[in-house]
């Protein structure tokens, strides 16, 4: 039995035998899922505006109002969860590579580097769908960002995340450019322990977090409001978005502290586990609804908003029943087939 030099994702060197037993696999932290989940919800009305090509076809485009839904949406859901997703991009790349390292992977970084290519041309081809869509960015910004930060000391990773969201929200008012460094900070709460203790939250640590957090985010809000006719692209949105971002992701974990775990469990991890497959079929079904809808000449919203609500049941019962027979979605599972190169877990 020959070691081969592996690396934890906290920059220590181990030797992992290449021909031993393969790890147990980790437990799924259910709270990522659970959070996969609500950022597939909270990303689909805006998702929807473009996809759907909501009013694209009226001679003038109202801006955002709270005499209508647009103004709640800006405000609530625009720039608020694709955050959260890039911060769970940035989890998940950790995740693997320790989850790879513990299996006895001789070579983890090229797992991931598999992985990452794959993304990319996924990511390409939906974009002739979704013009909004992202994965082609993770794809490329994980190969440039992620790849290279894992030789880094963890609180090098954590520092160049909270510069790299600083810097995105003062030169571009947030959007895209923060992937990079929310990317950095969800592998860094890896490296420090935070996503593992996420597994069983407390409410004594949740609670405080989710309260400094929303306190922010409140001081934030009148900021944007004042700003809400300015509508999809400023400075107020950009910094108000992260604010809110983190008090939906430190409350969501402060509630599954509490009795209503299993009611969030039920209601949005199948969503969550079949994220990738739900994020790209939701790009097909918003397409239907524009055609079936109209929804470039809708007068109102109540077609968005019943869209929007069909496709979320749809897809929730679509992932609960899929996930009573399968472990995964079809999507994660070609995607997981092909970083193992089918040799490795299924």
């Known amino acids: ?3 081969s030099p592996s690396t934890t994702t906290s920059g220590t060197a181990v030797a992992v035998p290449v021909d031993a037993p393969a790890a147990a696999p980790r437990r799924r932290i259910a709270a990522l899922d659970v ?7 909270g990303i689909l009305l805006p998702n929807l505006l473009t996809v759907g090509q909501f009013r694209h076809g ?12 647009s103004g709640w949406i800006e405000l609530l859901a625009h720039q608020r969860f694709f955050p959260i997703f890039s911060l769970l ?24 580097l598999r992985r990452l290519l794959l993304l990319l041309p996924l990511g390409v081809g939906h974009a002739f769908l979704h013009p909004g869509e992202a994965l082609s960015l993770y794809a490329v910004f994980g190969l440039l960002v992620l790849l290279p930060s894992s030789w880094l000391p963890r609180w090098l990773v954590a520092t160049g ?24 900070l969800g592998s860094a709460l890896v490296r420090y322990g935070v996503v593992e203790r996420m597994a069983r939250p407390t409410l004594r640590v949740a609670g405080p ?12 809000v009148p900021w944007h409001v004042s700003q809400i006719e300015d509508t999809w692209s400023s400075h107020a949105s950009g910094v108000t978005g992260v604010l809110m971002a983190a008090a939906y992701v430190t409350g969501t974990v402060a509630l599954l502290a509490t ?11 199948p969503l969550g586990r079949m994220a990738l497959t739900n994020y790209v079929s939701a790009t097909l079904l918003m397409i239907a609804a524009r055609h079936l809808l109209d929804l470039p000449h809708a007068d109102g919203y109540t077609g968005l908003l019943l869209a ?9 019962a679509a992932s609960t029943l899929w996930l009573r027979r399968f472990a995964q979605g079809p999507l994660e599972w070609l995607w997981r087939r092909g970083t193992w190169w089918g040799r490795g877990p299924a």
């Open 1 to 3: 039995m020959s070691p």
């Open 58 to 69: 009226l001679d003038e485009v109202p801006a955002a109002s709270f005499g209508d839904p």
């Open 161 to 184: 995340g909270v510069t790299g969201v600083a810097l995105a929200l003062w030169q571009f008012e947030g959007g895209m450019p923060m992937i990079p460094g929310v990317f950095l």
């Open 89 to 112: 991009f940035g989890i998940g790349f950790s995740l693997f590579l320790e989850s790879a390292t513990r299996r006895g992977a001789p070579h983890p970084r090229v797992l991931l």
């Open 35 to 41: 959070l996969r989940g609500l950022a597939l919800c």
């Open 308 to 316: 929007a609500a069909a496709i979320v049941l749809l897809q929730w």
């Open 259 to 269: 009795p209503v775990r299993g009611v969030l469990t039920v209601a949005f991890a």
């Open 209 to 220: 977090l989710f309260l400094l957090c929303a306190a922010a985010a409140a001081v934030a």
